[in-house]
């Protein structure tokens, strides 16, 4: 197993045995390295072979807003990043990557908006219908964080 695929449960082991937290640090510098969210989301794109314009359409994100979200001057707010996940039609795990990558916290399934996201992402629900979903709930859509916060 390379370095960069160890588990987190393994690094969490490694990490609670240590002895001396620099040297963890020194000899798991490469795991903990996350990419800038922006080129993150640009290897997304040549991955899944689409462009950034087909994404914040898909996403629904202002033009601008999602241009400086790809072109990293403009870091995204967790519901930006999981509009994203919903454009990219990322299953939970990538979405759940993608919020690591934007040093955003992780979906929970306890948290009822969360439970809901989750389900949407699963089910490849566009942002429509998820919107339209998180309404029907009685909790605030994506992109109304100020109003969840």
Do not use: W
Request: proline share 3%; aromatic share 8%; glycine share 4%.
């Amino acid at each position: 197993m390379s370095k960069s695929n160890i588990s987190t449960d393994t690094l969490l082991e490694r990490l609670f045995k240590t002895t001396s937290l620099d040297r963890f640090f020194r000899s798991h510098d490469e795991v903990q390295r996350l990419p800038a969210f922006n080129e993150y989301i640009n290897s997304l794109c040549e991955e899944k072979e689409v462009t950034a314009k087909e994404i914040i359409k898909k996403a629904d994100i202002e033009r601008t807003y999602g241009h400086q979200l790809f072109n990293g001057t403009r870091a995204p707010s967790r519901d930006k990043v999981l509009q994203l996940a919903i454009g990219f039609e990322l299953n939970y795990e990538q979405a759940q990557k993608l919020l690591l990558v934007a040093r955003k916290s992780a979906l929970h399934p306890k948290v009822k908006r969360d439970a809901a996201i989750i389900y949407a992402i699963e089910k490849k629900l566009d942002i429509v219908s998820v919107q339209a979903m998180l309404f029907d709930l009685g909790v605030p859509i994506l992109g109304k964080e100020r109003f969840y916060e």
